[in-house]
């Protein structure tokens, strides 16, 4: 299986910071990396996919970067509704498995 | 655009079997653009990937559940099921289906909102 390393677990920030979370796996994903944006109470949304490929809607603060085995996501101008917990997930191969989250809160 | 919605008992006895199922709308389950599949999250914690079904039938599990798991499709009903047989405690969580995207990685594109299911006596 490949184990997915997200760190760090949780990041206090203010709105306009700049975050910045990582995702290491345990072997190479090519660029096979999404990234999900959950709030309580809901599902997870997909922001990024193909590590670094913005989703549909997305606004473009969100960005991915990296291949293989480590990957960045990052957001700019931190917004009011950014704060969420966010889930890196590689999508290379099965089992699909997802890193243990990043929470962003409130500073 | 597709839509995804879990039913199923919100309360399962321990060593019996969980069961949901998935209704689909916007698109068919026939279409080989998507696995179907199942994620579940216990309550504070994280995601886990359960399993995929295909259109073709085939079915992808997480090796963590061992054989307990089984995904079927009803095609005539563009539904698609899942069970967990001897369930524990440890399978207290907020069940998911999703969609796999079949290619270029298997990127979750829709989710359902989740059904709840509390194992206990």
């Known amino acids: 299986d490949i184990q997915m390393t997200q760190s760090p677990s949780s990041v206090s920030a203010s709105v306009g910071d700049t975050v910045t979370i990582t995702c290491r796996a345990s072997q190479g994903l090519s660029s096979r990396l999404a990234w999900y944006q959950q709030k309580p109470g809901k599902a997870p949304k997909l922001l990024i996919y193909g590590a670094s490929s913005l989703q549909s809607g997305v606004p473009s603060r969100f960005s991915g970067t990296g291949s293989w085995t480590d990957f960045t996501l990052t957001i700019s101008s931190l917004q009011p509704e950014d704060f969420a917990t966010y889930y890196c997930q590689q999508a290379s191969s099965f089992p699909l498995t997802f890193g243990g989250g990043t929470k962003v809160e409130i500073k | 655009q597709l839509q995804l919605q879990e039913s199923g008992p919100g309360l399962v006895k321990p060593s019996e079997t969980l069961s949901l199922t998935c209704s689909v709308s916007g698109g068919s389950i026939s279409s080989n653009s998507y696995y179907w599949g199942w994620i579940r999250q216990p309550p504070g914690k994280g995601l886990e990937w359960i399993g995929n079904?295909?259109?073709?039938?085939?079915?992808y599990n997480n090796p963590s559940l061992k054989s307990r798991v089984t995904i079927s499709m009803d095609t005539s009903k563009n539904q698609y099921s899942l069970k967990v047989k001897s369930v524990t405690a440890a399978d207290t969580a907020l069940y998911y289906c999703a969609t796999f995207r079949a290619a270029g990685g298997a990127t979750i594109d829709y989710w359902g909102q989740g059904a709840l299911v509390t194992v206990s006596s």
């Open positions: 079904i295909y259109y073709s039938g085939s079915t």
